[in-house]
């Protein structure tokens, strides 16, 4: 399986392609929908492999606060995860570009990584959010998804040890590698 790895500011940054659910790492994230149901995509297959614990983390905490607005986030325990937490983040529906989806996929990115840190866990990891059903052109959600995190890393240095962008595809994985390759350059 296609592996990427570099540093960013006493962070270890990975690329790799691979299933979320299988990961061992203390959280993995979820591009969850507004109501935290399990829906499909990777947040079915989250929720199908957490099992009830995390479906009732979820729905618990959506009757409580209602929907979760796009870019906010929100934990949970992981259940027969091999991670111990889930994160879950609602990024935006792509609608041409014109309505903040590169702001919005942003702070998704950004609340998942300051919850992290709040919690103080040390090891993450992200799937392609908003590029299955919420139809984000991948090539453009990479470059913000890595831009964003190196930016995070750079303000809160020494803070995590790894960030993993867990990527289902081999075109996915291409994708995120050369949108690294652009992001590094700026
Ligand atoms: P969104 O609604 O945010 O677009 P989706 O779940 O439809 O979320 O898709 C987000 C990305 O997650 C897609 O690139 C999809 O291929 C990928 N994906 C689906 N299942 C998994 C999985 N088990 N592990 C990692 N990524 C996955």
Redesign the pocket.
């Known amino acids: 399986m296609a592996r990427f790895e570099t540093e960013v500011a006493g962070t270890r940054l990975v690329l790799v392609q691979g299933?979320?659910?299988q990961q061992e790492v203390e959280a993995i994230v979820n591009?969850a929908n507004p109501d935290l149901t399990p829906g499909?995509?990777?947040?079915g297959?989250i929720h199908r492999a957490g099992g009830p614990a995390v479906t009732a983390a979820a729905a618990r905490i959506r009757q409580e606060r209602g929907p979760l607005p796009t870019g906010a986030a929100v934990i949970t325990p992981g259940g027969n995860l091999p991670a111990r937490y889930v994160i879950h983040t609602v990024?935006p529906v792509w609608r041409g570009g014109t309505h903040h989806e590169p702001e919005l996929l942003a702070q998704a990115y950004r609340s998942c990584l300051s919850l992290a840190v709040q919690q103080g866990l040390r090891t993450l990891a992200f799937?392609?959010?908003?590029?299955?059903?919420?139809?984000?052109p991948i090539e453009q959600a990479a470059e913000v998804a890595l831009r964003t995190v190196r930016d995070f890393l750079r303000e809160n240095p020494g803070q995590l040890e790894e960030v993993r962008f867990?990527?289902?595809?081999a075109a996915?994985f291409r994708a995120y590698r050369a949108a690294w390759a652009r992001v590094q350059g700026v």
């Not at 499909?40 to 947040?43: E, I, K, L």
């Not at 392609?128 to 139809?135: F, H, K, L, N």
């Open positions: 299933d979320i659910t591009a499909g995509g990777v947040s297959a990024g799937p392609s959010i908003s590029t299955g059903a919420y139809g984000y867990v990527l289902f595809s996915d």
